[in-house]
C-alpha cells in the first residue's frame, strides 16, 4: 500500500514558466512533508518542507503548499530553469519519525 | 560543508557472492539510515540507527542482509548471496534527530549483480 503517491512519472516545462509537482498522501496521521532533489549519480538532498500546520511554506523560487482536507500536496518553482531538472521526492513523516517517500517525479526544463 | 560518504560509489558483483557497504555519517549524527531505490521506484528505508542501536529494520530482508553500526558511527551493509533482483541504488542518510526531519543523504552505491 503506497502511502505517498507521486502519479505523474514525468513533467517537462519551458524555461521560465511555473513548474507544478503534486503528491498525494493517504495517511492522516502525516503531519510533516518535505520534498527532495535528486541528480544523477548523486544522492538526494533536502529542498523545502511544511508542518502539517501551515498551508504554504515558501523559500525563494520554491513554494509548497499543504491541502490537508484533500491529503494533497504540491512543489511549484517559479520561474522553472534548466538547473532545476532533476528528479523530485515528496516524502512525509509523523508520529514515528519514520519518512516515507513517493516514487519521484522527473522534471525536465527546456531552454 | 560536511557530507555523508559512502563507498564504493559503483560495484558490480555476481549472483551468489557477498557484497558490502560502507558509510560514514555526518559528523555527531546519531541517527543513520540505509535505504534503497530500485530504478523508477521511491526510496525504501531497509534499516535504522540510533547510535549503535537498530532502530527499525522492519523491511530488512534479514536472510541475506545485514547492517552494523558498531561504535554508532560508521556503518556497513552486507548482502550475502547476492542476487539479481538486489541490483539497486543504496543510499546512506543521517540526521542529527530522530524525528525523521531533513536527512542527509549521501551519493550512494550503485550495486549491479550479474
Known amino acids: 500500500d503506497q502511502q505517498v503517491k507521486q502519479n505523474s512519472p514525468s513533467l517537462s516545462v519551458q524555461e521560465g514558466r511555473i513548474s507544478i509537482l503534486n503528491c498525494d498522501y493517504t495517511?492522516?496521521?502525516?503531519?510533516?512533508f518535505l520534498w527532495y532533489k535528486k541528480y544523477p549519480a548523486e544522492g538526494p538532498t533536502f529542498l523545502i518542507s511544511?508542518?502539517?500546520?501551515?498551508d504554504k511554506n515558501e523559500d525563494g523560487r520554491f513554494t509548497v503548499f499543504l491541502n490537508k482536507s484533500a491529503k494533497h500536496l504540491s512543489l511549484h518553482i517559479v520561474p522553472s530553469q534548466p538547473g532545476d531538472s532533476a528528479v523530485y521526492f515528496c516524502?512525509?513523516?509523523?508520529?514515528?519519525?519514520?519518512?516515507?517517500f513517493g516514487k519521484g517525479i522527473t522534471l525536465s526544463v527546456r531552454p | 560543508e560536511a557530507e555523508v560518504a559512502q563507498s564504493p560509489r559503483y560495484k558490480i558483483t555476481e549472483k551468489s557472492q557477498a557484497v558490502a557497504f560502507w558509510c560514514d555519517p555526518i559528523?555527531?549524527?546519531?541517527?543513520l539510515y540505509w535505504y534503497r531505490q530500485i530504478l523508477g521506484q521511491g526510496l525504501e528505508l531497509l534499516v535504522q540507527?540510533?547510535?549503535?542501536?537498530?532502530?527499525?529494520d522492519s523491511q530488512l530482508p534479514k536472510d541475506r542482509f545485514s547492517a552494523e553500526r558498531l561504535k554508532g558511527v560508521d556503518s556497513t551493509l552486507k548482502i550475502q548471496p547476492a542476487e539479481l533482483g538486489d541490483s539497486a541504488m543504496y543510499l546512506c542518510?543521517?540526521?542529527?534527530?530522530?524525528?525523521?526531519?531533513?536527512?542527509?543523504f549521501g551519493p550512494g552505491t550503485r550495486l549491479t549483480v550479474t
Open positions: 542518510a543521517s540526521s542529527p534527530s530522530t524525528g525523521g526531519e531533513e536527512q542527509y
Open positions: 540507527f540510533q547510535d549503535e542501536s537498530v532502530v527499525d
Open positions: 516524502a512525509a513523516t509523523g508520529a514515528n519519525s519514520k519518512l516515507t
Open positions: 495517511n492522516s496521521m502525516f503531519d510533516y
Open positions: 559528523s555527531g549524527h546519531a541517527t
Open positions: 511544511i508542518s502539517s500546520i501551515k
